[in-house]
C-alpha cells in the first residue's frame, strides 16, 4: 500500500511540475495517461467537465493533490464495484 501511496504522489508531481495543481487539461491528459481501462467507456465531456467542476472547489481551474486523490478513491471504488 505504501508504494502505491508514493506512486499516486510521484504520478501527480509528474503532471504538476514546480506547480503544486494541476489545470484541467493537466489532469485530463493524466486521467487518460494514468486511467485509460477505467475511462475507455466514458465518452461523455459534460460528465467530465462537472467531475472536474466539483474536485475545483476553488474554482481557480487548479486541482490540487487532496482532491486529485479523491477523485482516484472514487475511481477505486467504481472499478472495485464493477
Known amino acids: ?3 502505491s501511496m508514493k506512486t499516486m504522489m510521484f504520478t501527480f508531481h509528474k503532471f504538476t511540475g514546480d506547480k503544486c495543481y494541476v489545470t484541467k487539461e493537466d489532469l485530463r491528459v493524466l486521467m487518460e495517461m494514468e486511467f485509460p481501462g477505467c475511462l475507455e467507456s466514458q465518452k461523455d465531456t459534460v460528465a467530465e467537465d462537472k467531475i472536474t ?3 475545483d472547489q476553488c474554482r481557480d481551474d487548479q486541482v490540487g493533490f487532496q482532491s486529485f486523490f479523491l477523485l482516484v478513491a472514487g475511481l477505486t471504488v467504481t ?4
Open 79 to 82: 472499478c472495485y464495484d464493477l
Open 53 to 55: 467542476k466539483d474536485l
Open 1 to 3: 500500500m505504501e508504494h
